[in-house]
């Protein structure tokens, strides 16, 4: 049986029935971060309280159970994203950490000196900056695709870009200003027949899409175990066994290594032993696997529907408040994304104005400054959704924007922008 969202999963979330000013939390932020069920802070004090030990040193059982438990946990993830092995999954500390890891190690063997990199016009800071450093550093060229109507990338825009000098791809899967979705599997077609791995930044589509690296047919792909109703702290990086295989390790010291003796050589260990240096964070990919099975166990069905249904019904109410427009084109495939500006007011006082009603929502640029300066705005409103949340809720925010007034934002730096 599908599960009934919202009704069906409030009670999961304990923090949904905390106060706030003794105001019922209203979060529509949930692309900067998610609350956490009950079952994934239950698998964390679980593991603390029967588990805790550190991994591959201690020749005792405990350390050998907190083994157990972390590949257990990787072995979730490689289930939960349809890769083929479990050495192909890489714990890191989130999607940031992720591209970091893909730009310093696999960039820099593969990128050199009048070499270009592909990128969209809508990358986040964190799949943006990597490659932008990546290239400055090896005297290559980043080359932005432009966003399309909708806002997408089409597979044609973005096959232009490519030439024989193109070397890597990095594009986002789901947009974190407008839920729009871009054609990843038709982008890596373009990018393999130009004999060109890419690089997917998944941490808007991992909570709201089932995600099958293998039919997407990316080479590597990220996510944040945050958005995902998993712990902070904690992410994942997918990459292909053999592209991973022939790469540099990335942090050095402890767990890397096969061998090493003062001055010999360096044997590092192979995938993904040499990417986790130093202690891993066993708690976070316990609890990341623990959200993952909550989340699949809600029913991709049930969380699309409403994922679906709440985009849907977003776009209408905003639709009928004056000076009220909806950015790109959200309803098409959502994504629990609905990003939007009022005429005349500063999207931060929008967001202020939201908060004195008791709703939390982002205003600005989303860490993706250039999007909005292409799309001629300073910023807009994001509203983002969870499997916890209901049209109440919207109800609330369109009911309020009715009311709202410029603010000293508006009056003082009507021009100013935020990230
Ligand atoms: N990419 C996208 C599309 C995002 O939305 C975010 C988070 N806002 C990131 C990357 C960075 O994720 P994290 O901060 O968890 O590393």
Redesign the pocket.
């Known amino acids: 049986h599908p599960a009934r969202l919202p009704e069906a999963v409030r009670a999961d979330f304990p923090i949904l029935s905390a106060r706030f000013d003794g105001n019922p939390l209203v979060y529509l932020d949930n692309?900067?971060t998610t609350h956490k069920p009950r079952a994934v802070l239950d698998a964390i004090v679980d593991y603390y309280s029967t588990v805790n030990g550190n991994v591959g040193r201690g020749h005792y059982a405990l350390s050998r159970a907190a083994a157990d438990r972390y590949d257990r946990a990787r072995e979730a993830v490689r289930r939960a994203i349809g890769a083929a092995h479990a050495d192909e999954i890489v714990f890191c500390r989130?999607?940031?950490?992720a591209v970091n890891l893909v730009a310093g190690t696999f960039g820099r063997r593969v990128v050199g000196r009048g070499d270009q990199v592909v990128v969209t016009g809508m990358e986040?800071n964190?799949?943006l900056l990597p490659w932008r450093r990546l290239c400055e550093e090896a005297g290559a060229e980043l080359v932005v695709v432009p966003v399309g109507a909708h806002g997408r990338v089409s597979r044609e825009d973005f096959s232009a870009a490519f030439g024989p000098r193109v070397r890597l791809a990095a594009v986002?899967h789901v947009s974190?200003v407008l839920g729009t979705v871009n054609p990843v599997r038709a982008l890596a077609g373009v990018a393999h027949r130009n004999g060109v791995p890419i690089v997917v930044?998944g941490?808007?589509a991992v909570p709201h899409r089932p995600v099958d690296v293998r039919e997407l047919d990316a080479d590597f792909y990220c996510f944040?175990g945050?958005?995902v109703y998993g712990p902070m702290g904690v992410?994942v990086l997918y990459g292909r066994r053999d592209l991973l295989a022939d790469t540099a390790p990335y942090q050095v010291g402890g767990g890397t290594v096969k061998g090493v003796t003062r001055t010999g050589p360096v044997r590092y260990l192979p995938a993904p032993g040499r990417f986790e240096a130093g202690t891993p964070n066993i708690e976070g990919a316990v609890g990341l696997a623990a959200a993952l099975r909550y989340l699949h166990g809600l029913g991709w069905d049930a969380v699309r529907r409403h994922d679906r249904a709440l985009v849907r019904y977003a776009v209408a109410a905003l639709g009928e408040i004056d000076r009220v427009r909806v950015v790109g084109d959200p309803g098409a495939d959502p994504s629990g994304i609905v990003s939007f500006v009022v005429d005349g007011v500063h999207p931060y006082d929008v967001g202020g104005h939201l908060d004195a009603h008791g709703v939390a929502v982002r205003g600005g640029v989303h860490?993706a400054a250039d999007l909005l300066d292409d799309l001629g705005l300073l910023g807009t409103v994001r509203m983002s959704f969870a499997v916890y949340n209901s049209e109440d809720e919207v109800d609330l925010v369109a009911g309020a924007l009715r009311t709202v007034r410029p603010g000293t934002w508006t009056r003082e730096r009507p021009t100013a922008r935020f990230l």
């Open positions: 692309a900067a989130g999607t940031t950490d986040h964190s799949n986002a974190n930044d941490a808007q944040s945050h958005k992410g860490c």
